[in-house]
């Protein structure tokens, strides 16, 4: 079976400080992982996604995310915060067979001006 | 191009009545997954449909189900609506086939509110 762990209800930072939102996850093979976003009453967007390759993946909005795969980790990173990032954001995996996407239970994230 | 279509996007049900939601996914998708969103579980997979088979089924009661169409448009239909029923209704579409890697595209969903 698949996981993800996001251990942070709420993130909270300043606008202009670097941001981190964790995850963690748990898959039997070789994982795809991804980031999504939500805003209030709207529906997920795609932030971006490790495949292969290079750990260090680069997506919309500035951010960007660490693949570490000896930590089984998949943390969200980006180096000035604004305050309209300020929205929950889910992590999710899925191994490469034909299994579905598994979403951690998100975090909130608050930029403070 | 136009992106995935959820409709209706609120509504509002009693106990004992069924609810119907309809998705259109993006043109030349043939995947479509069906998600539950509450605040207190999260995201909890419903089912996933492919060119109108059941691909994957989550954990949920016999009271959901699902369709999906020879145009890839998919149906879900909640039937003897509960209390905790009452949730966003997402649906994402995506065109995977094997090896594909599955990124979903997300509809703004279907928020239900069974009173």
């Known amino acids: 079976a698949q996981s993800v762990a996001q251990p942070e209800d709420q993130v909270n930072v300043a606008e202009g400080n670097p941001l981190t939102v964790k995850c963690t996850y748990s898959?039997?093979?070789?994982?795809?992982l991804f980031w999504y976003v939500q805003y209030p009453n709207r529906g997920l967007q795609f932030l971006l996604k490790y495949i292969t390759g290079d750990n260090l993946v680069k997506g919309s909005y500035g951010f960007e995310a660490e693949f570490n795969k000896s930590q089984t980790s998949f943390h969200l990173k980006k180096p000035s915060a604004l305050v309209s990032d300020s929205a929950l954001y889910f992590c999710a995996v899925r191994d490469r067979g034909y299994s579905t996407l598994t979403f951690g239970k998100g975090t909130m994230l608050l930029v403070s001006p | 191009k136009a992106g995935v279509t959820q409709t209706p996007r609120y509504l509002i049900k009693t106990r004992g009545q069924q609810v119907t939601l309809s998705c259109s996914p993006i043109s030349g998708h043939r995947s479509v997954s069906w998600y539950q969103q509450t605040p207190g579980q999260g995201l909890q997979f419903l089912f996933e449909y492919f060119s109108e088979t059941q691909r994957n089924k989550g954990n949920f009661p016999g009271r959901f189900s699902g369709r999906q169409f020879s145009n890839s448009r998919s149906e879900m239909n909640v039937s003897t609506l509960e209390l905790g029923d009452s949730a966003l209704y997402l649906c994402?579409?995506?065109?995977?086939?094997?090896?594909?890697?599955?990124?979903?595209?997300f509809g703004e969903g279907s928020r239900l509110t069974v009173l």
């Open positions: 898959v039997s093979g070789n994982p795809y």
């Open positions: 994402a579409s995506s065109g995977r086939t094997s090896g594909d890697t599955g990124e979903l595209f």
